[in-house]
């Protein structure tokens, strides 16, 4: 009886023992799971922290590049409108200077006959003024520059222009009859004129016909031509004077 009881003792305390190894086991477990886990989760919340704030500068770069992205645009943009704006204007140029050489080309073409014609119009000019002008028309065209030309042109025209709105009074040489004489003229613009010697023997007047200049003498006006070149002269009003004048028949 004693022995069975010892070895129920016995028995029991193995069994004790066994739990009590097991329970110990599993505790440790328990605790090196539980050290795991804490391990694992202040890692998980040391990298959700650190996620955050990686978030935050990537947000700020990528912000950051957004902006620097629509700086390079609006510079694209703008880069392209000077561009187009560049190229409008050289089209412009080009368009321009296209129809200013045709200009110049016409102005060239132009240039020989409106020469022929101030040649032919002066022909029929006074010799008084024909002498002015004639080496004024040389010396235009004998110029290289087209622009140089014109100018030359443009004064004589300017001078013609003048002169027959004007009542001059010149002193020269002309051929009447084929005689020289020294007289003295008055002009009416350059289409009329009449003129008188120095001593009132002979006087006369000038006409345009057939695109020349004619004197034709006609002494009885000597005296009426005499004054009204006094009172052209002294640049005075006179009297109404009769003062012979041509008439073209046709």
């Not at 057939?210 to 002269?233: C, G, V």
Request: hydrophobic share 40%; aromatic share 8%; proline share 2%.
């Amino acid at each position: 009886m004693n022995k069975l009881s010892r070895m129920v003792v016995q028995f029991n305390t193995l069994i004790v023992f066994v739990i009590c190894s097991h329970y110990a086991a599993a505790q440790h477990n328990v605790d090196q799971l539980t050290k795991q886990w804490l391990a694992l989760d202040k890692s998980a919340n040391q990298l959700v922290q650190n996620w955050q704030k990686e978030k935050q500068q990537l947000t700020f770069r990528i912000s950051l590049l957004s902006h620097q992205n629509n700086n390079l645009r609006d510079k694209i943009s703008r880069a392209e409108n000077i561009k187009n704006q560049v190229n409008q204007a050289r089209e412009k140029i080009l368009t321009e200077q296209t129809i200013i050489e045709q200009n110049i080309n016409s102005y060239r073409q132009a240039l020989p006959n409106l020469l022929d014609q101030l040649q032919q119009l002066m022909i029929r000019l006074p010799s008084e003024l024909t002498q002015q002008l004639a080496p004024e028309l040389e010396d235009a065209m004998t110029k290289t520059a087209l622009t140089a030309q014109y100018q030359g042109i443009a004064n004589i025209v300017k001078t013609l222009t003048k002169n027959s709105q004007l009542i001059s009074v010149k002193q020269s040489v002309i051929n009447i009859n084929e005689q020289d004489l020294l007289t003295i003229q008055l002009y009416l613009g350059h289409d009329q004129a009449w003129f008188v010697t120095q001593d009132n023997s002979r006087a006369g007047i000038g006409y345009q016909k057939n695109n020349q200049w004619f004197w034709l003498e006609d002494s009885q006006y000597a005296s009426n031509i005499r004054q009204a070149i006094n009172y052209a002269k002294n640049q005075m009003p006179g009297p109404l004077l009769n003062l012979p004048i041509y008439l073209d028949n046709n």
